[in-house]
């Protein structure tokens, strides 16, 4: 009795487009499954960090001045609500120290400022999301086409011989069937965490917008009071 081929056995022995194909799909998972960890790491950063210049600018009772000498005395680039902040202060302090300035046009530069910091921003978070949908939503596409490959070559190998058994047809279904799971198998974590992960850019968007409204109104009555 013959000994039933290994999933590892099927695979090493599909033809070369099969295995074009089986290739194109593990390489596109792997590159997703490292973009799925790192957007993760990354939104889970961003969410920490909002929060903590959050408490600080709210809680701590610091002035706009000391907060912001402090954001730019790091060596590290400022991201997030930090960025959105230094912005709009850095814009406001060298506008409303000119003589003459009107109060309405130095608003305008500074809600133009953070809303371009906004943007950057929403634009780094997005980043790879775009991919995620794409391997989610073609990897199924291109299993099926190994799928397809994989069944022609066993209706050819079938069509080959005098009297046809499962023995022949077996090993190109069976390839065919692997694609399929691979397939599947790449797209489906990519369109959980592309659906995730683009929720959660929202929900940090909307709370960067909440933020650049109210320091708005900050500057807004800082200037109309001077």
């Known amino acids: 009795m013959n000994e039933p081929l290994s999933i590892v056995e099927i695979i090493f ?9 089986m290739a194109l799909l593990m390489l596109a998972s792997l590159t997703s499954w490292v973009m799925i960890f790192q957007r993760g790491f990354l939104l889970n950063a961003t969410r920490r960090e909002s929060s903590e210049f959050e408490n600080e ?14 954001i730019e005395s790091r060596t590290d680039q ?6 959105i902040f230094s912005s709009g202060f850095k814009e406001f302090s060298r506008l409303s120290q000119q003589e003459g300035s009107d ?4 608003m305008q530069n500074v809600q133009r400022a953070m809303r371009v910091a906004l943007s950057r921003e ?20 291109i299993g099926l086409f190994g799928t ?23 090993p190109g279904i069976s390839e065919a069937l692997i694609a399929t799971a691979m397939g599947l198998f790449a797209a489906i974590p990519a369109v959980i965490a592309y659906n995730r992960y683009s929720a959660q850019v929202e929900i940090i968007v909307n709370r ?4 650049t409204d109210e320091f708005s109104g900050i500057l807004y009555r800082a200037i109309h009071n001077e």
């Open 13 to 21: 022995n599909a033809s070369w487009q099969v295995l074009l194909v």
């Open 78 to 83: 400022p991201v997030g609500l930090e960025q």
């Open 208 to 211: 960067f917008e909440a933020f």
């Open 148 to 170: 397809v490959w994989g069944i022609m070559n066993s209706f050819r190998n079938l069509a080959t011989v005098e009297q046809a058994s499962l023995s022949i047809v077996a």
């Open 122 to 141: 929403e634009e780094r978070l997005e980043t790879h999301l775009v991919f995620l949908a794409t391997v989610g939503s073609t990897s199924p596409y």
């Open 57 to 70: 600018f709210w809680l701590s009772g610091k002035d706009l001045r000391k907060i912001f000498e402090e």
């Open 103 to 106: 109060p309405d046009r130095v």
